[in-house]
């Protein structure tokens, strides 16, 4: 197998461009793979990947063949392996082609990442077409060897390594900023609207501890804006409150936001993506899921922890699981000025797991290799199987 479709449409936030872009400069990079990425907002993977042109049909980055997803689509002839991110549907155009394939390609639905129990029993289920001759496999990602794995770069962590050992220094200076003092924490808030945030940020205000708030651009900041009372805040504003120090930072790409993660004390992320990269950080997080109907996420929010905390001595697991469950509005949870009291004492018990946590996950294999295993096996079932 040597070409690959993958198909993103982006709904609200970034998430889904995101993975689907890690995805698809694994895939070229680590196994040699041709891909192209179909896109139907190039605007918003400009975003986190500056150097796409959004007006562009057709443009290479990084190795990949960057497309942009128009309707009507035009006839192009499909790869031996197609991916619909989380559940988007393929042009029908391109279903049709699909057909006229011989074997026809390995068609996979990436969903969405979860640690609940009955991902496993899902994983590679097939879902025939109800009309023609396609049958699309169901991939999940996840954190057992019944799942597909996580994204990974095989460099991942020894970049993160040199970074720590050599770059960090420089990386403070590039933001303006000098080295932490000793005892300071240098804290990243990446987040949906929180009505929790209010409270996190008095008892940072009120910390012993001088606290340094990084806080990428997004959809946080008018919320930020009302607690600093401060309307128009904008990228490159720094305001004092306190012991806290908050800092604006401009929308980073992929590889900035990663720098941002290995280089502080405990990220506040949101979403998938994100989740992941903090994890691989190994650094603390406290995760925000991206919020569900029913309080879905709940569920979803409870399965991670469950996972997260499993090595963790008693209270810093129920402190983590506290943090988490006030900062994702899980009713009778406790408030966030206790939260962070807790943090403070639990400090180096958390930042001792959250060391760890990469290495335990780590010798489980890749999303990418798992995903490429899977498709060269079906495409060989399908090849032998062929009068």
């Not at 993160?160 to 960090?168: G, I, S, T, Y």
């Not at 128009?232 to 004092?240: E, L, Y």
């Amino acid at each position: 197998m040597r070409t690959w479709d993958i198909f993103c449409t982006v709904i609200d936030n970034f998430g889904d461009i995101g993975i689907s872009w890690r995805l698809a400069r694994s895939l070229a990079h680590e196994h040699g793979m041709q891909v192209r990425l179909w896109v139907d907002d190039l605007a918003a993977f400009q975003r986190i990947r500056p150097e796409i042109q959004s007006e562009c049909d057709m443009q290479q980055c990084d190795g990949v063949t960057v497309c942009a997803w128009r309707t009507p689509f035009l006839p192009v002839v499909p790869a031996e392996g197609v991916i619909e991110a989380f559940g988007c549907a393929l042009p029908d155009e391109y279903v049709a082609a699909m057909t006229m394939q011989t074997p026809p390609p390995v068609w996979i639905n990436l969903e969405y990442l979860s640690a609940e129990s009955w991902v496993g029993s899902h994983h590679g289920l097939p879902s025939p077409h109800p009309r023609l001759p396609l049958t699309k496999y169901f991939f999940f990602p996840g954190y057992t060897d019944q799942t597909g794995g996580l994204l990974r770069e095989r460099d991942l962590l020894a970049r993160r390594a040199h970074f720590v050992q050599h770059e960090v220094d420089a990386y403070w200076q590039s933001l303006g900023l000098s080295a932490p003092a000793a005892g300071e924490w240098r804290i990243s808030l990446f987040a949906y609207e929180n009505p929790a945030l209010a409270g996190l940020l008095d008892a940072w205000r009120a910390c012993p501890e001088p606290i340094t708030l990084l806080v990428p651009e997004g959809r946080i900041l008018p919320q930020l804006a009302d607690w600093l009372g401060e309307p128009g805040v904008r990228v490159g504003d720094a305001f004092q409150r306190g012991a806290l120090h908050v800092r604006i930072l401009p929308f980073s790409s992929q590889d900035e936001y990663d720098r941002l993660l290995w280089a502080c004390d405990l990220n506040f992320v949101r979403g998938e993506d994100s989740c992941v990269r903090a994890q691989w950080a190994a650094r603390p997080l406290v995760w925000q899921a991206y919020p569900q109907a029913e309080a879905a996420h709940h569920d979803k929010l409870d399965a991670l922890l469950a996972i997260y905390t499993e090595t963790l001595a008693s209270g810093a697991a129920q402190l983590l699981t506290d943090t988490w469950r006030r900062w994702n509005g899980v009713p009778g949870a406790l408030d966030m000025a206790a939260c962070w009291a807790g943090w403070r004492v639990q400090r180096d018990a958390l930042k001792r797991h959250a060391a760890i946590w990469p290495a335990q996950l780590a010798t489980r294999p890749s999303l990418t290799d798992t995903l490429v295993g899977f498709a060269e096996n079906k495409l060989k079932s399908c090849v032998f199987s062929t009068p």
